[in-house]
């Protein structure tokens, strides 16, 4: 996601006002269910952490947000996010985005005959981006670093 983020920054903004405002940095949020409701910690640097760094810092952010023990920085802000809920059997859904970012992704899991296939849904803030911007940020997150893992 960081290396789709970096080639096609125009996606890594946030929409404050009437105007796109890109980042500087890469700071993914990620959806994470608690007993009081859904709250995003933030992966910071998420371009300059390589895999399992990522993999340990969501982890890490994710156990102690279900503990109540996160603190404002490390949930307010960021400048994308993704939901996954593919990991509970929903198949497809359509995430709300975290204003003052102008997108989210949603991921979702499913079943075909060859094997197991991910939905994507990209969820755009329609003043927020351009379609071209957003097509070839799709294109950069699914045809570059999801079939890396298929």
Request: proline share 5%; net charge negative; glycine share 10%.
């Amino acid at each position: 996601m960081a290396a789709a983020l970096q080639r096609v920054p125009a996606m890594n903004a946030h929409y404050v006002g009437e105007q796109v405002v890109p980042q500087a940095s890469i700071d993914i949020s990620v959806a994470v269910a608690t007993p009081t409701g859904l709250i995003t910690p933030i992966v910071v640097g998420a371009d300059g952490l390589g895999l399992e760094q990522v993999s340990s810092k969501v982890r890490e952010l994710a156990t102690r947000a279900r503990e109540g023990r996160l603190q404002p920085h490390e949930f307010m802000g960021g400048s994308f996010t993704i939901s996954n809920l593919g990991m509970f059997g929903i198949s497809e859904f359509s995430a709300i985005i975290n204003p003052p970012q102008i997108a989210i992704l949603a991921v979702g899991g499913g079943q075909v005959q060859l094997g197991k296939l991910s939905w994507r849904i990209l969820t755009l803030l329609e003043n927020g981006y351009q379609e071209t911007s957003s097509s070839f940020f799709f294109q950069e997150y699914f045809f570059k670093v999801c079939f890396c893992f298929f």
